[in-house]
């Protein structure tokens, strides 16, 4: 009965602050700059791709600046190949089974790296859903265009992430992350989670496009966050505080798309981009300032961010986008659930999981 009381109280626990308003600033900063010079251009559909690369600036947080550059190149490989993966998707048109196949294949390899490498937030998240989310919007510039975005986005993170040590910071010659060796009992642990990132976004993903979702995507990237939990309870964990941060995000969603002033006033129509795309840079920096002290209370923010950027890049129904996202993430979540807890590997043989502790866990 107390460790069940102890996962339950888990469930609420607000980790200790580290900083995290500075964390939450560069990222917010990363994401704006490029935000704004888009939205200044009149172009803010192309903010999507701009986000997906600023998110760069989420990896590396507490590390030693000469550290933060070399973790956040890491993670722009995964962020910009799932943009790019996207992209090339979105422009020939392989949508429904093609982006269930080719996302649930991109996820095993994405963890294989993301293990190996020790990215943290750890696991290949980020990167698949970069990857859906840009296959399901239009195409509206030429697949370049929305390439030197997100890699401009990128590098302008990286730059930001950078940007302290020149306040007097020695450089360390031979600094050098940790690589995990995948030999022996760490590389079949590695490639058992990679088994259960493929099965779990491949079963999400495949729910979704028999359901007819018009955003299967979403059901496979909520599949995937339980999986970056450490152990057991902590991927439960995520997995019910992804469905209820998303939830509660669900709610500041509508009143912000369909209770605001400009959804009952055509009068405020042309105003609705300028705030969408504000509230996508406010919305970033909350996610980031508790990222690391509670997912669900993250989630609360990152659904907006993904939704309204979303509904800048192809407007639809804001009724049917919430629906939407509400249901493929409650079933995405439980697939993923269901898959950590009866794809186990051996207590004791998955030495590279120790340092995979993600967020809030």
Known sequence: MKPVLRQVR????????????LAALRVALSVAVPSLILLLLGHADLIIYAVFGALTGMYGRSEPHQLRLRHQSQAALVLLSGVAVGVFLSVNHLQ?????AVEAVLAGVGSVYSDRVKLKPNGPFFGILALGACASVPMSVPWYAALLIAAGAAAFSMVVGFGGWVRGRAW?????????????????????????????????????VISGSGHPHWAMAAAAVPLAGADLPSRVRRGIHRIVGTFLGLAVTAVVLVQAPWSLAPLFAAQQVAVLAILVIVFQFTTELFMARHYGLAMVSFTPVILLMTQLAAPIDPSVLILERGVETFVG??????????????????????FARGPGD
């Open 10 to 21: 888990a469930l609420h626990r607000l980790e200790p602050a580290n900083n995290d308003h």
């Open 172 to 208: 360390q010659p031979g600094a050098a992350r940790d690589v995990v060796s995948l030999r022996g009992a760490a590389g079949r642990a590695a490639a058992v989670h990679a088994a259960r990132y493929t099965l779990a976004v491949g079963l999400a993903g495949a729910i979704g």
């Open 96 to 100: 429904s089974w093609w982006l269930v």
């Open 333 to 354: 979540a439980l697939v993923g659930i269901l898959v950590v807890v009866t794809v186990r590997t051996r207590p004791g043989s998955s030495p590279l999981l120790r």
